[in-house]
């Protein structure tokens, strides 16, 4: 059984960079692709970013673009969201999520991921 476990959150003032980690256990996340999400009170939870499970193929939706940058490290079962150039915007709990063999196809929609983190919390603020 895949589980994931999200660290990295915290505070972070606009204009600083926060390194959000989804570390998996179970099983390999090799074969899975992974997403963050996140999710504001009283919004719906919005997928930002993904990795695909062949090739590490990425996707941003345009409010990250070109500020946050996702990897991933199948030896330690880690993927990454490097997140730059925060705005206050950003302020949410992130989660991460897994689709196994995930080619991120419709990876804004929750649905598709089947394997979920507790969440990280991350503020920013001055």
């Known amino acids: 059984q895949l589980k994931l476990v999200e660290s990295g959150g915290g505070l972070a003032q606009p204009g600083g960079s926060l390194t959000l980690s989804c570390v998996a256990s179970g099983t390999s996340l090799a074969h899975y692709g992974v997403a963050w999400f996140r999710q504001v009170p009283g919004k719906e939870r919005e997928g930002i970013s993904c990795?695909?499970?062949?090739?590490?193929?990425?996707y941003y939706v345009d409010s990250v673009k070109g500020r946050f940058t996702l990897s991933r490290d199948n030896a330690v079962n880690t993927v990454t969201l490097q997140m730059n150039s925060l705005n206050p915007e950003d302020t949410a709990v992130y989660y991460c999520a897994a689709d196994l063999f995930g080619t991120c196809s419709g990876y804004e929609n929750p649905i598709v991921f089947a394997h979920w983190g507790q969440g990280t919390q991350v503020a920013v603020s001055s």
């Open positions: 990795i695909s499970e062949k090739n590490g193929n990425t």
